[in-house]
């Protein structure tokens, strides 16, 4: 099977602080990938540069063919909404905006927005009847099942999800989990970051980070 | 705040517009109170300064016209801007063996054609009655006459006897004068058929009253037909001041609207730094993420403009009454124009969302 994801040497420094410090692998289309590590060691860099939102110092991160460092403003936004799904731990939701409204915002800077379809996405995450809810009026797993919800409504090739579950209680965990478990089964690509050693194991594969480097990558099964 | 903002400038703005819109119209009328503005008279050498108030003590040939040959021309061109007109002969009679001003005219328009004058007693209806007579006031004091009482008129051997309909209290050389029905006049100085003016109280703008002179002329010819200077030039000069005035006031609005709207779109920029940074990591462009908030503030401009323009209506009543003591007229126009401009003002307020361009998505995604 064809890498989706391929990532050379990659480095990124922040003034004096080398975040990556030459980390290469790959990721196959439909792996489930846990990306491990203590605070510091580059997890969240290593995202945020495969998702197009920052710039590598120096090396490369393929994804689905596509040079991330080297796009523009343009051709990076365009590479953030039609290739990448993002969950992040914090939910990030527009406060402002009903939950279907941030479903349909995704659609919104994609294409063309498709209010059936920002139902259907919800409903798929068990909120049919909070589709006109405000973020304050969610409990936070309610709100990572929106982010769940806008992050496939665009069917992206790759879905990187940050810490998902790290601010939410075990009931939501197991929710937002079982979800991240369906997608995979259906053959979607995930790139995971997580401290608990129990989520990794619901990975393919897990790899660890250490002070940017390296420190383990489980070989495929 | 913005929207605060926008409603006030809104109604502010609209009320000006329908104030400048309508201000022609009121200030005409307001002119028309002066009374008459249009004289017709045989000719411009024998007419010192043209003013309606002037009367000559003695009579020859070329101060006087025809009332055949103008009178049915002005009746023929009359039109519905013509508020009032009448003809005018002027003798100097005597009374109680003083000599006074007569003056003989249409005295059924006299009420019209003079609104600021005073009138005390009764009307006089009819043009034909050539039994009764109007007096000013300092004549009424001096003859020590009143309503009801007689006046007897001697010129040339001829004489009137006439009731006192009313007393005439013009505040100017009116109040030395007698006014009598034309024909009466005419008898009395044996000039069956002529009149010296003709005095018109035409409505409409500077330039309308201009051209209904040019057309009267074109059919009287040999007359002269002008528009009274100097009620025309100080309409046409109060006009442009006003309406320098209203526009200068338009402009201030519209550029203090436009700093209120800046200061807080900058104020929301930052605020929502947070929104744009995730909607930059979502795949938005910036002309997407930026033309959706500028939809906001132009709905936020159409909503405040449309508000302010009801709003407005009410203040352009208000200051109708207070300047001119009538209500305006409202103008249509002045919703889209008003709520076009309001967009236009929101949208050049909105230029501190240049900077969400900026903004880093990762940066603002990790907190910072």
Known sequence: ?221 | MALVAVISGAAVISALLNLEFDVERKLTQEFRLLGANLVISPGSSTQPGGTASQSPATLSSPTLMSAAAVLPQVERLRTRDVVASAPYLYIVARAHDTPVVVAGTWLDETRPLEPTWKFQGNAIVSRDDATQCFVGRDVARQFGLAPGGQVELHYLGRSAQLRVAGIVDAGGPEDSQVFVNLPVAQTLAGLEGQIQVMQLSVSGTAAGISGYADELANSLSGYDVRPIRQVSEAEGNLLNRTRLLILSMILLILVLTALCVLATMAALAMERRADVGLMKALGGTISRIVGLFLAEVGALGAAGGLIGCIAGETLAQWMGHRVFGTSISPRWEVFPLTIALMIAVAMAGALPLRRLGKVKPAVILRGE
């Open chain 1, 1 to 221: 099977m064809a890498a989706l994801v391929q990532i050379e040497n990659l480095r990124k420094e922040f003034g004096n602080v080398r975040a990556l410090d030459g980390v290469s692998f790959d990721v196959l289309a439909g792996e489930w990938i846990a990306i491990m590590g203590p605070s510091g060691s580059g997890k969240t860099t290593l995202i945020n540069i495969l998702g197009g939102l920052d710039t590598p110092t120096s090396g490369r991160a393929m994804v689905d063919g596509a040079d991330v460092a080297r796009l523009d403003e343009s051709g990076l936004a365009r590479f953030r909404s039609e290739k990448i799904g993002f969950i992040f731990q914090q939910f990030h939701l527009v406060p402002y905006l009903t939950a279907l409204e941030n479903v349909m915002l995704a659609q919104y800077f994609h294409s063309t927005t498709d209010e059936t379809e920002a139902r259907e996405a919800l409903g798929r995450v068990g909120l049919t009847d909070r589709e006109e809810h405000l973020p304050g009026q969610l409990s936070g797993g309610e709100q990572q099942r929106v982010a769940v919800a806008r992050a496939l409504i665009n069917h992206p090739k790759l879905i990187l999800a940050d810490e998902p579950t790290g601010n939410l209680d075990e009931a939501n965990e197991g929710i937002v989990l079982k979800l991240l478990r369906e997608l995979h089964s259906e053959g979607h690509t995930i790139l995971m970051v997580t401290h608990a050693a129990s989520i990794g194991q619901l990975a393919d594969r897990r790899i660890e980070l250490a002070h940017g480097r390296l420190a383990l990558a489980n070989t495929r099964a």
